[in-house]
């Protein structure tokens, strides 16, 4: 069996599905190795170091494509890729199969099986596997580096001869997976924290960290979805976060907004008039940028300046630290291809749950439900 590791070709990818010292595990079982050349590359993995660690260099990505029966990648291939694919080939990555599904379609018309590291059921049994809150945690962290390093103000309080420095004030919205890193991150710095969450459970959590947790009154509505995810909130739940976080802001050095829905485009929380509040050279990072933004002013993958706040809407942070992404991710990977891997044979068992929930498409057909419903909704519009 030939497992092939693929060089990402989306605008700005720089991580990789598997390192040369993920490979171990997998060439011990009499899995073939080959490497499409420079893969590694922007991760600072070098063609040599993977030939090191038992794998070979492919003579070409058409040729790789076509003989892979294991294909582990960040993103989809792109749609001439997905023809190339072998027959009975798996391919397991972020496919994106609820956001982008007609991107896909190509890869789900063919016989292979196809899984979506953003589906892996979030239980106890696949944490190991679990590629979102990894690329969120490294996300979390980067953002409070990349507004520290835009920040004219220092992070920490510092008392010198010269006189006392306060600390930076940072408000982080959304108190999950990114929020919380986020919030450890701006702690270590020095900074002083403050959060929100619609969860009123994420409260002891951010309290844990050393941050002060602000409550808000929902008026009994539920705010928890399904899973430790939040619910979609009605206007009116929705305005009384907007107006705390516009009344928050006006204090604030720094916020950095992560706040989501699964499956629902990013709620709307910060008004213009909370982005006018802050002070001159304030820093806001739209972590929520990729699902359309939290803020209503926010331009996916654009830097912009209103009236001297810096706004940042990066769509890629985990792609900005790409050893340790890709490290963690492909642990993730190889998590997951120890469900399908056995003895150096392909087994596939759709009835595991892990697998069933992941599998996009198997043998020409859409397997996930939303996906079906999504493309055939998409064929219908057309
Ligand atoms: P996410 O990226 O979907 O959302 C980020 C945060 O935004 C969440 O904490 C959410 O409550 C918050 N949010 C949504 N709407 C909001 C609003 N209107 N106002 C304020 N905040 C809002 O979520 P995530 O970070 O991937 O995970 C969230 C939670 O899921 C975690 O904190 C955890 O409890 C749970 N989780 C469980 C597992 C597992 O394996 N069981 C793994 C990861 C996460």
Redesign the pocket.
């Known amino acids: 069996m030939l497992l092939g590791i693929l060089k990402e070709t989306a605008p700005g990818e720089t991580r990789v599905a598997l390192l040369p010292e993920s490979l171990k595990s997998i060439l011990a079982q009499g899995v073939e190795v080959s490497v499409e050349s420079n893969a590694g590359l922007a991760a600072g993995a070098s063609d040599a170091a993977y030939e090191q660690a038992g794998a070979s260099i492919a003579a070409d990505r058409a040729t790789l494509l076509a003989q892979a029966d294991l294909v582990p990648v960040v993103s989809a291939p792109n749609p001439a890729d997905q023809l190339r694919f072998k027959p009975g080939a798996v391919v397991i990555g972020f496919l994106r199969p609820l956001d982008a599904p007609t991107a896909l379609a190509a890869a789900m018309a063919r016989p292979v099986t196809l899984f979506s590291m953003e589906l892996v059921p979030?239980?106890?049994r696949?944490?190991s596997m679990?590629a979102?809150?990894s690329m969120?945690t490294v996300a979390g962290y980067k953002a409070v580096i990349s507004a520290a390093d835009r920040l004219p103000r220092l992070f920490p309080m510092l008392m010198t001869a010269a006189g006392t420095v306060p600390p930076a004030r940072v408000f982080v919205?959304?108190?999950?997976?990114?929020?919380?890193q986020a919030i450890a991150t701006a702690r270590r710095l020095g900074a002083v924290v403050e959060a929100?969450?619609?969860?009123a459970?994420?409260g002891e959590q951010v309290r844990s960290l050393g941050a002060k947790f602000l409550d808000v009154d929902l008026g009994g509505i539920s705010?928890e979805g399904g899973?430790?995810?939040?619910a979609e909130?009605t206007e009116e739940a929705?305005d009384r976060?907007r107006d705390l976080i516009t009344r928050t802001a006006a204090h604030c050095d720094v916020i950095i907004t992560?706040?989501?829905?699964?499956g629902r485009p990013a709620?709307r929380?910060i008004r213009r008039a909370a982005v006018e509040a802050m002070r001159p050279g304030s820093v806001l990072v739209d972590l929520a940028a990729a699902a359309g933004g939290n803020c209503e002013l926010t331009i996916p993958g654009t830097t912009q300046v209103v009236g001297g706040v810096t706004l940042l809407a990066p769509l890629n942070l985990p792609a900005e630290v790409p050893v340790d992404a890709s490290n963690l991710y492909a642990r993730n990977i190889l998590n997951f291809l120890a469900l399908v891997v056995k003895k150096g044979e392909l087994t596939l068992d759709l009835a595991d749950e892990v697998l069933a929930g992941a599998c996009v498409a198997h043998n020409g057909s859409p397997v996930n439900p939303r996906v079906a419903n999504l493309l055939q909704s998409s064929h219908s519009s057309a």
């Open positions: 979030r239980i106890s696949a944490q679990d979102l809150s969120a919205i959304g108190a999950g997976v990114a929020g919380l929100y969450d619609v969860r459970a994420a705010a899973g430790g995810y939040a909130l929705l976060g992560t706040a989501q829905v699964p709620p929380l």
